[in-house]
């Protein structure tokens, strides 16, 4: 069989575009592969306000944000990675076909293109190897409750978690309909274990990573049970859980770790540690030509506030310069820099030209001046009238590496359930009364910032704390209605009598928690050691003539 000369020269032509043209991956630099099983890891459900039931629940401001990186996204788009080629190289992209995944260019532009890739992976920051170590104190002895060791890409956040979950009956739901009604139980699953959220964010032209944590550990305690003293529902679960958390975002050097310790709901102490390794990529520069990858350039460094105490009117914390929240490659030439944002959530930067070398080193200096490392220390003692606290008895404490300018929280607290009220569901010849749960929680929280002279002095501190106490719960058994007799009644023309009907009292019990709150609101000045003291009289919390007495220090 013979092929038409049409169909003959059209194979040659192809062929021969075939021969000119190479493909090369870039998949790494475009579509780095997600961790999808490491997205799902169990999650301890949150401590916050009752009512707010979601999963997982933002028990912090800050936490939101960092679940929203679960999933990596790419360093560069295709089109910023064939724009960056034709930049080194000079070359025209007219020609070129990028994908996520592969770069399509003239066989003989090859060498200088993979050139010009190579040079882009040195600017990436190499994968950083984080360990997480989270322990329960007594006194010398270290209980560990989580250990973890795992390769992560920076700008990403990692989930690490040991988690059971438990049924609790919980609730009843009730329905009612002419002459019947029925309670329908309703259970719930709640966490218990210990699990780490951290974001790990390079830090450009610093040795060292920015991790934004959220740490939590939530301890079951007992199995009492809540007696509703209605014959028609069973005894519902008291639920109890003891929950120690924090959030904070901390500076560790390579190949060295930081410490984190504070004071649980029970008096226990809770200490996490983290430390990252990574193997330095020596820095290739062009004099007209810098690229700057870092997570740490697309979003400021988050801030982290209890949920629970935070005022509406309260002042936030200044944010840094705009400098620094740069989120995708962008154009200058000069001295001018463009900043702007995408949905990639990778922070890259290019600066073009003569001045590039200059700019990017102002940035390096501003990030200097912005993210400094401070130990904070405040430990609170009840304390009687005018003593000191070598006298007295230490309550909470709170040990933590912070950044300047930057909130961190600390909470120990427990939660359970309790009888706050019912109501009462009617219908012709038929009434149930529905119990309303609800979450109480009580124990400490303390959140605080160092605020510094933006030279990387600490000058004061700013703290926002809680103290609750259950005192009591105070249950009463009352009537919710009265006794009724409903007789006979015809119906319709046939003369059919209902049947007589007769509804008991019903007698429930409400539970009334009796609590004891003292908040802290205040700026402390630091004297020329870092060092600060705060009395607070507390005669609800502590009784009369008994104090809180705030110990602070903060060093550098």
């Known amino acids: 069989m013979r092929c038409p000369t049409s169909i003959l020269l059209a194979i040659a032509l192809a062929s021969h575009a075939v021969a000119q043209n190479a493909f090369i991956p870039i998949g790494d630099l475009a579509a780095p592969p997600l961790n999808l099983a490491d997205q799902h890891a169990p999650w301890i459900e949150h401590l916050g306000k009752a009512g707010r039931r979601e999963e997982p629940r933002g028990a912090f401001t800050g936490e939101t944000a960092l679940l929203e990186f679960g999933r990596s996204a790419a360093w560069f788009s295709p089109d910023e990675v064939e724009s960056l080629v034709c930049e080194i190289t000079r070359m025209s992209g007219n020609d070129m076909d990028t994908s996520a995944r592969t770069m399509m260019l003239p066989s003989a532009r090859l060498a200088a293109a993979e050139e010009a890739l190579a040079w882009l992976r040195q600017q990436i920051p190499p994968r950083v190897v984080l360990t997480i170590v989270l322990e329960q104190l007594d006194g010398n002895n270290a209980k560990t409750l989580l250990r973890s060791e795992r390769t992560v890409r920076p700008g990403a956040t990692t989930k690490v978690s040991d988690v059971i979950e438990r049924g609790i009956l919980r609730d009843y739901d009730v329905e009612i309909a002419q002459g019947a009604a029925t309670a329908n139980p309703v259970v719930q699953n709640i966490g218990i274990g210990a699990c780490v959220m951290v974001r790990t964010r390079v830090m450009p032209g610093r040795d060292s990573v920015i991790l934004e944590t959220v740490a939590r550990v939530a301890e079951a305690k007992g199995n009492n049970k809540i007696e509703l003293e209605h014959d028609g529902f069973g005894d519902i679960d008291r639920a109890r859980r003891e929950i120690d958390e924090c959030g904070i975002a901390f500076e560790v050097p390579r190949g060295e770790s930081t410490q984190q310790e504070w004071t649980g709901s029970t008096g226990q102490r809770l200490r996490l540690t983290c430390s990252a390794n990574w193997t330095p990529r020596p820095p290739r520069s062009r004099n007209d030509l810098v690229v700057r990858c870092g997570s740490r350039l697309d979003r400021p460094i988050h801030s982290f506030r209890n949920i629970i105490g935070i005022d509406p009117e309260s002042v936030w914390p200044k944010q840094e310069p705009t400098l620094l929240q740069m989120a995708r490659i962008e154009r200058s030439r000069g001295d001018q820099v463009d900043i702007g944002n995408d949905a990639s959530g990778s922070g890259k930067l290019v600066l073009l030209g003569s001045a590039a070398a200059a700019t990017d080193?102002?940035?390096?200096?501003?990030?200097?001046?912005?993210?400094?490392?401070f130990e904070a220390s405040i430990r609170v003692f009840e304390v009687a009238t005018g003593e000191g606290p070598e006298q007295s008895n230490e309550i909470a404490r709170v040990s933590a590496s912070v950044l300047g300018d930057?909130?961190?929280?600390?909470?120990?607290?427990?939660?359970?359930?309790?009888?706050?009220?019912?109501?009462?569901?009617?219908?012709?010849?038929?009434?149930v009364p529905d119990p309303k749960i609800d979450v109480l929680s009580f124990g400490h929280r303390f959140d605080l910032q160092v605020v510094s002279d933006g030279r990387g002095k600490p000058t004061e501190v700013a703290i926002d704390a809680a103290f609750e106490r259950l005192l009591e719960i105070e249950r009463i058994e009352t009537e919710l209605n009265t006794s009724m007799r409903s007789g006979g009644v015809p119906s319709g023309d046939s003369g059919t009598v209902s049947p007589t009907v007769v509804l008991t009292q019903d007698v429930v019990a409400i539970e009334r928690p009796v609590l004891s709150r003292h908040q802290v609101r205040s700026v402390l000045t630091l004297q020329a050691d870092g060092s600060a003291q705060l009395r607070r009289a507390a005669p609800r919390l502590l009784g009369q003539g008994r104090e809180l007495l705030f110990v602070v220090s903060v060093t550098k």
Not at 361 to 373: E, G, H, N, S, Y
Not at 418 to 430: F, G, L, M, T
Request: net charge neutral.
């Open 406 to 431: 930057r909130w961190v929280s600390f909470a120990g607290r427990a939660e359970q359930l309790y009888i706050r009220d019912w109501d009462a569901e009617v219908a012709q010849s038929a009434r």
């Open 361 to 373: 080193r102002q940035m390096v200096d501003a990030l200097q001046t912005a993210l400094v490392p």
